[in-house]
């Protein structure tokens, strides 16, 4: 079971890489691979641009480009693919996405974000992403790919608060009051 953690935005709204922003004694990537760990996905992807890592192979496409990088390596895998900056996302939530993806054999993401998600990197798939990167005039958001490929939208009672990211510091501020110290 694989799974992929989109590390390599620019993090330019926090003025430094979120994935390095420290809980306790972990960073949050490090606290974000536990969480997927604790869901049963045992097989990490880190998407980001440093030794070790999956590194996009056309940057500045944000999610996409991280996408497109993992079609290249993995055709054929389903994988779950979860942001690093959502640090309130609950395993039992990745599990929904998980279960209902594979039983779908299809894209699905939760209603309240197209992060995380679950993608079944088959050929349809794939050939859609290849043809949205490779044209020059496609739009190249996340929402236009996920509803190109017929996503289905997954309804998670009482999560919205999971969904909450981290952009700006006062965000980080807020969020780390809602963890668990």
């Known amino acids: 079971m694989l799974a992929a953690i989109l590390a390599g935005g620019r993090s330019s709204r926090m003025g430094r890489d979120k994935a390095s922003l420290c809980l306790g004694n972990q960073t949050l990537l490090e606290f974000m691979e536990s969480k997927i760990r604790q869901s049963g996905l045992d097989r990490i992807i880190i998407c980001r641009n ?17 996408i497109y990088t993992l079609r290249q390596h993995y055709a054929g895998s389903g994988v779950l693919i979860v942001p690093v900056d959502m640090p309130l996302l609950t395993s039992h939530t990745l599990c929904e996405l998980w279960r209902a993806g594979t039983g779908k054999q299809s ?5 309240q974000s197209y992060l995380p ?3 079944q990197l088959d050929e349809p798939t794939c050939e859609t992403l290849d043809r949205i990167v490779k044209e020059d005039h496609s739009n190249k958001s996340l929402g236009f790919f996920l509803s190109a490929i017929g996503a289905q939208q997954l309804v998670l009672e009482d999560a919205d608060r999971e ?4 952009n700006t510091p006062k965000d980080w501020e807020d969020i780390q009051k809602l963890l668990p110290a």
């Open 163 to 166: 969904f909450a990211n981290v």
């Open 50 to 66: 440093d030794p070790g890592c999956l590194r996009d192979l056309i940057p500045g496409l944000g999610p996409i480009g991280a």
């Open 117 to 119: 998600l679950y993608l």
């Open 107 to 111: 894209a699905v993401h939760a209603r």
